[in-house]
Each structure stands twice: as structure tokens, then as C-alpha cells.
């Protein structure tokens, strides 16, 4: 099977510290890892407050701020390149950001800040980095952070892993059938009701059997293109209009 790919984003001053960076890139480049965000390139406006590199199609700030959060989203950890330990503030912004997000955290030196050097991870080469992150199985990358986009881009992933890919619509739709009668076997097994006691020991755990639906149901969802999100959005945005009684 084929190695899963491995991708970081790397975040530190771009005004200080960007050679460093751009040598963080290469390193990790050379190591087969992924460098979502930032591109190595040059500094198009030296002297100025906010960094614009050559390899940026727009220059306003926050929109290439919110592409930077959005890359550590994706991204299976994140960087910080800080030589002497030192973190600017919008690093500080992409640090807490990550952590929000559960993502594993590395720093090339340890911050000398009292707090964020709990928070800042500890300090890795990019070798290092790569080693911890091939260790890590792919369920360790979600967390109860995780969004619907990211269950729905794991459960493509797993299904492709584990051989399930050429199983149809239909398919799926029966199996995610198949697991609500056995929720409603642990169910009753958890409420006390009803229940042949010799079959017992076959009703699973109310939590397995959720857990298996919302497999399936995102699995169909994939299979369909519906985007989870989108689709709840939408649907809660009528429900908004309705009169409920």
C-alpha cells in the first residue's frame, strides 16, 4: 500500500526569521514531507510590517492569514521556526490556532516565554518531526475538534486503506440500514428491555453502534459529493423559517 503522505505548515517571523524558514522548507522537502504553507520564495516588500512573498497571488493580509490557518487545518502538524525561541504575534495567533485544533506542535528552538512554551511543543529538527508523525496512525489526527470536512476526508482515506473503495451507493445505504437494527438491538439491551438471552452477548454498545452509522452515513455522503457541512447548514438554515410546536 502506498505510504501515506505527511504535510506540516511552518510559522514564524517572516521579518527575522525567513531564511530560516525557507531552510525549514527545504529540509522538510528533502524528507518527503509536505510544506503546505508557506511557499519558499523571496520578500517582494522588504521593509514593510507584513511579509508579502513573491509566491503570493493577493496582498492583503488577512486574507493570507486566514489561508495560513486554513493550511494548518489541513496539515498533519505544525512547524514554528524560531531561532532563539522567539515567537512574533502572529505566530502566537497560528500556535493557538493549532491548538485549538489538537494538531501535534514542534518548534525548532524553545520559546522563551514562561506560558507558551507549554503550548509551543517541544523542540525537533525536521527529521525529528517526521519520524513522531510516521508513528502516528491516521485516527490520531482527529480530534474532538475535528470538523465534518476532516471526518468526511479521514473516512475517504480509511475506506481506500482498508480496500472498501468499490462498494456502491446501494451498498453502503444497506449496511448503514443494517447498523440501525443493530441499534436497536443495544438499545434495548441498554434500556433493560426485551432480549433473547441466549443472543445476549452478540447486541453490541450503544456508543459501536452509533460510531458504525456515522461511518456509513459519511461514507455515503462521500460517495454521493455531498459535503456534510454544507448540507446541515442548509437544511438548518429552512428549518430556522419553520414553526415548530
Known amino acids: 500500500m502506498e505510504k501515506r503522505e505527511i504535510s506540516v505548515v511552518i510559522s514564524g517571523s517572516f521579518r527575522r526569521h525567513y531564511d530560516a524558514i525557507k531552510s525549514a522548507i527545504k529540509d522538510f522537502e528533502n524528507l518527503d ?41 489541513r496539515a498533519d502538524a505544525l512547524y514554528i521556526s524560531n531561532p532563539e525561541g ?29 506560558t507558551i512554551k ?16 510516521a508513528k502516528r496512525s491516521p485516527v490520531d489526527a482527529l480530534t474532538p475538534q475535528s470538523s465534518l470536512a476532516q471526518l468526511q476526508a479521514y473516512v475517504r482515506e480509511m475506506v481506500v486503506r482498508r480496500g472498501f473503495e468499490k462498494e456502491t451507493p446501494q451498498d453502503v ?4 440500514v443494517e447498523e440501525t437494527g443493530e441499534l436497536a438491538k443495544a438499545m434495548r439491551k441498554y434500556l433493560g428491555r426485551k432480549t433473547d438471552k441466549e443472543k445476549i452477548d452478540r447486541y453490541g454498545n450503544v456508543e459501536d453502534e452509533l460510531a458504525d452509522m456515522l461511518i456509513y452515513l459519511i461514507d455515503l455522503a462521500n460517495i454521493l459529493e455531498v459535503p456534510l457541512f454544507e448540507a446541515l447548514y442548509k437544511k438548518e438554515q429552512e428549518n430556522e423559517k419553520r414553526i415548530w410546536n
Do not use: C
Not at 511543543?121 to 508523525?133: D, S
Open 173 to 176: 445505504l444497506m449496511f448503514f
Open 33 to 73: 514531507v509536505k510544506v503546505l504553507s508557506p511557499k519558499s520564495s523571496q520578500i517582494i516588500n522588504p521593509g514593510e510590517e507584513v511579509a508579502i512573498l513573491a509566491t503570493d497571488d493577493v496582498q492583503s493580509p488577512d486574507i493570507l492569514e486566514k489561508r495560513h490557518l486554513e493550511a494548518i487545518q
Open 118 to 133: 507549554f503550548f509551543s511543543g517541544g523542540a525537533a529538527t525536521p527529521r525529528e518531526v517526521k519520524e513522531a508523525l
Open 86 to 114: 522567539y515567537l512574533g504575534a502572529s505566530t502566537i495567533l497560528e500556535l493557538g490556532w493549532a491548538n485549538a485544533l489538537g494538531k501535534p506542535i514542534f518548534s525548532s528552538d524553545a520559546s522563551t516565554d514562561a
